[in-house]
């Protein structure tokens, strides 16, 4: 570690109008303006979320502030739906223990207009797909080098759109995206506070920090540092 950083002047992107702390969360939620923008959400679309970590909540609250209605997800982990409610989802299945697809039509009369996939886990993504209706798009934020199993016939006869969405922009274009974070900071429109789990010191980094993520079902989402 060190206590500063060169980095070209095209890549940095100042802010005074909200904790220097908060600053952590500009990279995740610029991942997230760039997922929303990708998808082209408008005011009244449906959207469905598949995977409730850090990403998935802050593309919840990014899809929110863009006028998305309703939000859903589906998350197996309690915790993680718990934080949703706090992130404009309105609707949390526990795919686990409810047949999501048909959950996600029921409660759309047919089909969201979008959906994210943040999952990256197995049989993830065909779900997204078809809980998407007929002329829909489907997101994929995730990143995985894993195979998944799609029937192409449930993109073709529905004319669902498969779209993917990496990371945000970049070089000469780095401050857009940022820029409209620390806006949407500034304003409030959104909070990271329901994505922050834990705070801990540099000292700590490795036992409470990397270590803990690493552990299956661990309730930890974003964990902040402090020098």
Not at 4 to 11: F, M
Not at 108 to 125: C, D, K, M, Q
Not at 170 to 184: C, I, Q
Not at 207 to 214: D, N, W
Request: proline share 6%.
């Amino acid at each position: 570690f060190a206590d500063s950083v060169v980095v070209a002047a095209e890549q940095a992107v100042t802010f005074s109008s909200f904790p220097i702390e908060l600053g952590a969360f500009v990279e995740p939620y610029a991942v997230a303006v760039h997922a929303v923008k990708r998808a082209g959400v408008q005011a009244g679309d449906a959207v469905a979320i598949f995977g409730g970590g850090p990403i998935g909540l802050a593309v919840a609250q990014v899809a929110q502030v863009t006028g998305a209605d309703p939000i859903l997800l589906s998350e197996p982990r309690e915790f993680r739906r718990k934080r949703a409610s706090e992130c404009g989802v309105d609707i949390q299945v526990d795919p686990t223990e409810t047949a999501v697809v048909q959950r996600i039509r029921a409660e759309t009369s047919g089909g969201v207009n979008i959906a994210f996939e943040v999952a990256g886990a197995p049989g993830v993504l065909d779900s997204a797909v078809r809980s998407v209706a007929p002329t829909g798009d489907v997101v994929v934020v995730s990143v995985t080098d894993g195979s998944v199993r799609l029937r192409p016939s449930a993109i073709v006869e529905g004319e669902r759109s498969l779209t993917g969405t990496r990371a945000y922009l970049a070089g000469p274009r780095s401050h857009e995206e940022y820029e409209t974070v620390v806006s949407m900071l500034a304003d409030g429109q959104i909070d990271p506070t329901p994505l922050l789990t834990d705070q801990i010191g540099l000292d700590r980094i490795v036992a409470e920090g990397f270590a803990r993520l690493r552990e299956p079902g661990n309730e930890s989402l974003k964990i902040l540092v402090r020098p």
